[in-house]
């Protein structure tokens, strides 16, 4: 591992924050640091039961280290512990959370816009269909088959109707099964997804914003994963280029920092592009409110209790690096993505014949998929299983993925199925910078990996 700058990073800035308390009286804590370090000591052994996340090997699930300053400014925030409810809970952290949104949205081109951060992705889509719902209280809401899975069950939260979408062989949400919906004449909001979790899969956004103008729908899109690709959308290939490029003309918009944005766990962010929808979060709770008439953050937002540390952390992160077009953590998703597009492209061009990869295309981000070669969908879902476990006796940890046989070309010769039914395959989120150096490391141990399942058996 590098050295850990965040102790001494720590040290320093919680001298200079202690000293604007030091005119209070001292009282007396009752830790027992000794005690302590007992304890803390048998909680870094359990933590070592998990996979190197940190690690550029670790290129599976999608999981992406916090940044330091953020580490370092989320410990710093829980000597005050601030919450981001109202500015009684945390005056500070509540300016900082307005101005990361803002930030953020301006990712988008929103200026004049309502958002906040939420716990997660999840309860984000929540407030954008709950929204959506009181707008529209009796239509449907639709989405990709390929969408997140818990659209579904919000809607069943919100007791709003929802209906899947069939998805093309790339993951994206199919156009003539979304305008048959739509001719049905009560579906009230689209769900886009830009970025779907399973592949990275890019909704064509343009196309729908076209049937949004003729048949009259709210477009929410979905990018807690792929929101920040906006930021290199123009390095994207089409038509994922031209999907990011109108994902201002959104009505809502999900981002989770806590994704590809640095951040630790607990950071998720909703934006509305039409500021009035605050109304719908109008309550008169007579315990919280207030000592000062400024806009407090619990009077735009569905949950009560919010981590201002979130807040602080995610601040110091985008002052550091400015999520930007060129910017330094612009730089960095494009080599994540580089490098998936290098895992791919030798995929493809291996001369072993023992990966297959989606027959549609390359990564329209940073994941990669593929399937073992075999003659069975069945066999080849073994294989996946065998190689997964064989790259982490190699220290290179990958994800397994249920796909569609059909998104793969029919092997010649091999198998007869007709393309119905689903394949297990190897996934790879590169979503690390240093992804990018370490692709021929990653290389070399997926393919003596595969080599070693296939001649074993
Ligand atoms: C991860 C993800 C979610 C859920 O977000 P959480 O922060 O895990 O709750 C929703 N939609 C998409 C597209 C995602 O990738």
Same mark, same amino acid.
């Given at each position: 591992m590098p050295t850990d700058p965040v102790p001494e990073l720590l040290s320093r800035a919680t001298e200079l924050l202690e000293e604007q308390f030091a005119a209070l009286p001292a009282f007396d804590s009752a830790a027992n640091p000794a005690a302590m370090a007992r304890v803390l000591e048998g909680v870094a052994r359990r933590l070592g039961d998990n996979y190197p996340y940190f690690h550029p090997l670790y290129a599976g699930q999608m999981l992406k280290p916090p940044h330091p300053l953020a580490r370092a400014a989320y410990a710093l925030a829980m000597t005050i512990n601030p919450n981001n409810h109202a500015r009684d809970g945390g005056r500070a952290s509540s300016e900082m959370e307005i101005e990361a949104v803002r930030e953020i949205a301006a990712i988008f081109g929103w200026a004049d816009f309502l958002g906040h951060l939420n716990s997660s992705g999840t309860l984000a889509n929540l407030e954008a269909l709950w929204v959506a719902g009181q707008l529209a209280p009796a239509r449907r809401i639709v989405g990709s088959e390929q969408a997140h899975y818990t659209h579904q069950r919000i809607s069943a939260v919100l007791k709003l109707e929802y209906a899947p979408i069939a998805a093309d062989r790339r993951g994206r949400m199919s156009m003539e099964a979304l305008e048959d919906e739509l001719r049905k004449g009560d579906v009230g909001t689209v769900v886009v997804t830009l970025g779907t979790t399973a592949i990275g899969a890019v909704d064509p956004l343009d196309e729908i914003l076209a049937l949004r103008s003729r048949y009259g729908f709210r477009v929410h899109v979905d990018a807690a994963y792929g929101g920040y690709f906006r930021l290199i959308s123009e390095a994207l290939d089409e038509p994922a280029r031209r999907a990011f490029a109108v994902i201002g003309q959104a009505d809502s918009i999900v981002i989770d920092p806590h994704k590809h944005g640095l951040q630790p766990y607990g950071c998720g962010c909703v934006l509305f592009r039409d500021p009035t929808v605050g109304r719908f979060y109008k309550h008169d709770s007579p315990y919280t409110y207030f000592t000062s008439r400024q806009l407090h953050l619990g009077e735009i937002s569905l949950e009560?209790? *919010?981590?201002? $540390?979130? @807040?602080?952390? +995610?601040?110091?992160?985008?002052?550091?690096?400015?999520?930007?077009?060129?910017?330094?953590?612009?730089?960095?998703?494009? *080599?994540?993505? $580089?490098? @998936?597009?290098? +895992?791919?492209?030798?995929?493809?061009?291996?001369k072993s014949g023992r990966f297959q990869a989606l027959a549609g295309g390359g990564p329209e981000l940073d994941i990669v998929v593929w399937k073992a070669k075999a003659e069975t969908p069945q066999q080849s879902s073994a294989l996946a299983q065998k190689i997964f476990a064989a790259c982490t006796l190699r220290d290179l940890h990958l994800a397994l993925v249920e796909l569609p046989l059909r998104w793969f070309q029919p092997v010649a010769g091999f198998e007869s199925a007709n393309g119905a039914g689903t394949v297990t395959c190897l996934r790879s989120v590169l979503m690390k910078p240093e992804h990018e150096a370490w692709l021929d490391a990653i290389w070399e141990r997926l393919t003596a990996a595969s080599a070693e399942v296939l001649e074993t058996g």
């Amino acid at each position: 591992m590098p050295t850990d700058p965040v102790p001494e990073l720590l040290s320093r800035a919680t001298e200079l924050l202690e000293e604007q308390f030091a005119a209070l009286p001292a009282f007396d804590s009752a830790a027992n640091p000794a005690a302590m370090a007992r304890v803390l000591e048998g909680v870094a052994r359990r933590l070592g039961d998990n996979y190197p996340y940190f690690h550029p090997l670790y290129a599976g699930q999608m999981l992406k280290p916090p940044h330091p300053l953020a580490r370092a400014a989320y410990a710093l925030a829980m000597t005050i512990n601030p919450n981001n409810h109202a500015r009684d809970g945390g005056r500070a952290s509540s300016e900082m959370e307005i101005e990361a949104v803002r930030e953020i949205a301006a990712i988008f081109g929103w200026a004049d816009f309502l958002g906040h951060l939420n716990s997660s992705g999840t309860l984000a889509n929540l407030e954008a269909l709950w929204v959506a719902g009181q707008l529209a209280p009796a239509r449907r809401i639709v989405g990709s088959e390929q969408a997140h899975y818990t659209h579904q069950r919000i809607s069943a939260v919100l007791k709003l109707e929802y209906a899947p979408i069939a998805a093309d062989r790339r993951g994206r949400m199919s156009m003539e099964a979304l305008e048959d919906e739509l001719r049905k004449g009560d579906v009230g909001t689209v769900v886009v997804t830009l970025g779907t979790t399973a592949i990275g899969a890019v909704d064509p956004l343009d196309e729908i914003l076209a049937l949004r103008s003729r048949y009259g729908f709210r477009v929410h899109v979905d990018a807690a994963y792929g929101g920040y690709f906006r930021l290199i959308s123009e390095a994207l290939d089409e038509p994922a280029r031209r999907a990011f490029a109108v994902i201002g003309q959104a009505d809502s918009i999900v981002i989770d920092p806590h994704k590809h944005g640095l951040q630790p766990y607990g950071c998720g962010c909703v934006l509305f592009r039409d500021p009035t929808v605050g109304r719908f979060y109008k309550h008169d709770s007579p315990y919280t409110y207030f000592t000062s008439r400024q806009l407090h953050l619990g009077e735009i937002s569905l949950e009560c209790s *919010r981590a201002g $540390a979130s @807040a602080v952390a +995610l601040w110091a992160t985008q002052k550091l690096l400015p999520p930007v077009p060129g910017g330094e953590f612009a730089l960095g998703l494009a *080599r994540g993505r $580089a490098a @998936a597009m290098e +895992l791919d492209r030798r995929l493809r061009e291996d001369k072993s014949g023992r990966f297959q990869a989606l027959a549609g295309g390359g990564p329209e981000l940073d994941i990669v998929v593929w399937k073992a070669k075999a003659e069975t969908p069945q066999q080849s879902s073994a294989l996946a299983q065998k190689i997964f476990a064989a790259c982490t006796l190699r220290d290179l940890h990958l994800a397994l993925v249920e796909l569609p046989l059909r998104w793969f070309q029919p092997v010649a010769g091999f198998e007869s199925a007709n393309g119905a039914g689903t394949v297990t395959c190897l996934r790879s989120v590169l979503m690390k910078p240093e992804h990018e150096a370490w692709l021929d490391a990653i290389w070399e141990r997926l393919t003596a990996a595969s080599a070693e399942v296939l001649e074993t058996g």
